[in-house]
């Protein structure tokens, strides 16, 4: 891993922490706009995030929605394949655990449930991935248009089955009857952490495990170095005799997985069912916490808790200041085009 001198260091605390003021400045010129004094929206903003432990659990079940995406994210650009599926893989591990939760009798304990809901979050999501992994190594396809063809079709097939009967829609009572799937059974459900008062659920020790396992694999196993030689260079990873082929195809094959494992935890946290739109866009807020984190797990796990943050606290912010909730998108965006410029800048630079 490569070690920041201090002078980099300081040209990077600069850099980065003037994109966060530019940030903040337009965010302060929303408020003003809006008609709200700063200091009230910034008490709304902050008793958002970490006010309530309701709050704060909401921003914390967030974080790790956008944390699995970008760990996958993180492992798939390490071979040097770029992941811009994961709403439509996100989708694909929804309807899974949808269909296998539903499958499961009413009495089935949590212990045997929720893993295999993850499970199959994780099968249908990796087999999506597969589609493009596959016509990227055999066929030499651009794995950034299939992945991304792929995120409308994955969504298209969520509308599909929540309004068929025959397949995930819930018995139709009345004309009221909303195409969503069923209630998920207790068993199938994820269990809160256990902190008082927050709705936490075990999706974010998931999302905390899977990024300390792929730390530990890119980094300190055999594996990760023959990934970090694909990423680097095929032709050359070619000639070494590593199977360039295998490692892409499971690269991806597990940035898809995770995504599904997100996406059956959508599914199986409150309100336990599967619906049209459930993804909220969280596969393509993933891929800029992937983007953002260049690689680096420990910027995604920072990255998407501060997304996760901003995004609990932007609903506080339209209740308690009457500044509407998307201008922390607005903050968000403008954030993400200051960093993106400074990571271009100095590529340009050569630093």
Do not use: C
């Not at 432990?53 to 974080?63: I, V």
């Not at 492992?75 to 996100?90: C, D, I, K, T, Y």
């Not at 910027?299 to 901003?310: E, K, M, N, R």
């Not at 990571?343 to 050569?350: A, C, D, F, T």
């Amino acid at each position: 891993m490569e070690r920041l001198s201090p002078q980099r260091f300081t040209r990077d605390l600069v850099v980065y922490g003037g994109a966060v003021g530019a940030a903040l400045i337009v965010g302060l010129g929303l408020v003003l706009g809006g008609g709200a004094s700063p200091a009230k929206a910034a008490d709304a903003l902050w008793e958002g995030m970490f006010g309530t432990p309701y709050a704060f659990g909401s921003a914390l079940n967030m974080a790790a929605v956008l944390a699995l995406i970008g760990t996958g994210f993180t492992v798939a650009h390490r071979a040097g394949l770029v992941n811009v599926g994961g709403e439509g893989q996100l989708a694909l591990g929804g309807i899974a655990a949808a269909a296998v939760g539903l499958w499961l009798p009413a009495g089935a304990p949590a212990a045997v449930g929720v893993p295999l809901v993850l499970g199959a979050g994780f099968v249908a999501g990796a087999a999506w991935a597969g589609i493009a992994a596959g016509l990227r190594v055999w066929r030499g396809t651009s794995e950034v248009i299939t992945t991304l063809l792929l995120n409308f079709v994955g969504l298209g097939l969520v509308t599909l089955v929540v309004h068929e009967a025959g397949l995930l829609r819930q018995p139709i009572t009345s004309s009221e009857t909303l195409p969503q799937s069923a209630p998920l059974p207790e068993g199938a459900r994820l269990p809160l952490l256990g902190i008082e008062g927050s709705p936490a659920t075990v999706v974010v020790a998931v999302a905390a495990v899977a990024a300390v396992l792929t730390a530990i694999v890119l980094r300190r196993t055999a594996t990760g170095a023959r990934l970090t030689a694909v990423g680097l260079s095929e032709a050359a990873s070619a000639r070494l005799g590593l199977g360039v082929h295998r490692l892409r195809f499971g690269a991806l094959a597990v940035a898809g997985g995770l995504a599904g494992v997100a996406g059956a935890g959508l599914v199986a946290t409150v309100p336990y069912v599967l619906a049209e739109h459930f993804t909220s866009g969280y596969g393509f807020a993933g891929l800029v916490v992937g983007l953002l984190a260049r690689g680096s797990l420990t910027a995604v796990a920072g990255i998407s808790l501060a997304f996760g943050l901003l995004a609990s606290g932007g609903i506080n912010l339209q209740l308690a200041a009457s500044v509407p909730a998307s201008s922390i998108q607005v903050v968000q965006s403008v954030l993400i085009i200051f960093v993106a410029g400074a990571v271009l800048l100095r590529k340009e630079n050569g630093r």
